[in-house]
T-cell receptor, first 113, second 110 residues
Framework: SQQGEEDPQALSIQEGENATMNCSYK?????LQWYRQNSGRGLVHLIL?????REKHSGRLRVTLDTSKKSSSLLITASRAADTASYFC?????????????FGAGTQVVVTP | NAGVTQTPKFQVLKTGQSMTLQCAQD?????MYWYRQDPGMGLRLIYY???????DKGEVPNGYNVSRLNKREFSLRLESAAPSQTSVYFC?????????FGPGTRLTVL
């Protein structure tokens, strides 16, 4: 079963615009991570937010976490054509399930010049 | 550093054939993972190895076996391939909380 559900499934924006995608999950987590996948490639780690954090920034990325709502959002500011990719949230559980990431189905982002 | 490498990149099998997918990492990580990715879905964990000499089942282990040959290498074997195993397979290794993924093997079972 998928732990994370992502919304929207697809997003089409123009260069310079911001892209926001959301992730909801079901069970307690140790941390939540976001990964990017370019077409035909492996996943690349973008950013991690721990369960005791509410917001984190990395370059043009901003991620928030609301553990009371079991949800997270990823914001990419000033998007570029190179940001075209699929973005996945992954939850890392507590104790026995630590390290066994559970992925959402992903948001496909297309950035047009 | 090559990171995580996988072979082969592509493979076509007939139902009932067997094959082994190879994965190696040169980052000296203890933990390694095998995932499958099906269209419209996220990755699902097949098997993992927390350290050399140990392996455990993940979410979808049926039809697969694994071997942690040494710290670098973690292979995935399909003993009798089925069309339902058509997928893209990713290997990953872990350092701290972050996983590093290989480029994937695209497998088609006819």
């Amino acid at each position: 079963s998928q732990q994370g559900e992502e919304d929207p499934q697809a997003l089409s924006i123009q260069e310079g615009e911001n892209a926001t995608m959301n992730c909801s999950y079901k069970t307690s987590i140790n941390n939540l991570q976001w990964y990017r996948q370019n077409s035909g490639r492996g996943l690349v780690h973008l950013i991690l937010i721990r369960s005791n954090e509410r917001e984190k920034h990395s370059g043009r990325l901003r991620v928030t976490l609301d553990t009371s709502k079991k949800s997270s959002s990823l914001l990419i500011t000033a998007s570029r054509a190179a940001d075209t990719a699929s973005y996945f949230c992954a939850t890392d559980g507590t104790t026995d399930s630590w390290g066994k990431l559970q992925f959402g189905a992903g948001t496909q982002v297309v950035v047009t010049p | 550093n090559a990171g995580v490498t996988q072979t082969p990149k592509f493979q076509v099998l007939k139902t009932g054939q067997s094959m082994t997918l190879q994965c190696a990492q040169d980052m000296n990580h203890n933990s390694m993972y095998w995932y499958r990715q099906d269209p419209g879905m996220g990755l699902r964990l097949i098997y993992y190895s927390a350290s050399e000499g140990t392996t455990d089942k993940g979410e979808v282990p049926n039809g697969y076996n694994v071997s942690r040959l040494n710290k670098r290498e973690f292979s995935l074997r399909l003993e009798s391939a089925a069309p339902s195993q058509t997928s893209v397979y990713f290997c990953a290794s872990r350092q701290g909380d972050t996983q590093y993924f290989g480029p994937g093997t695209r497998l088609t079972v006819l």
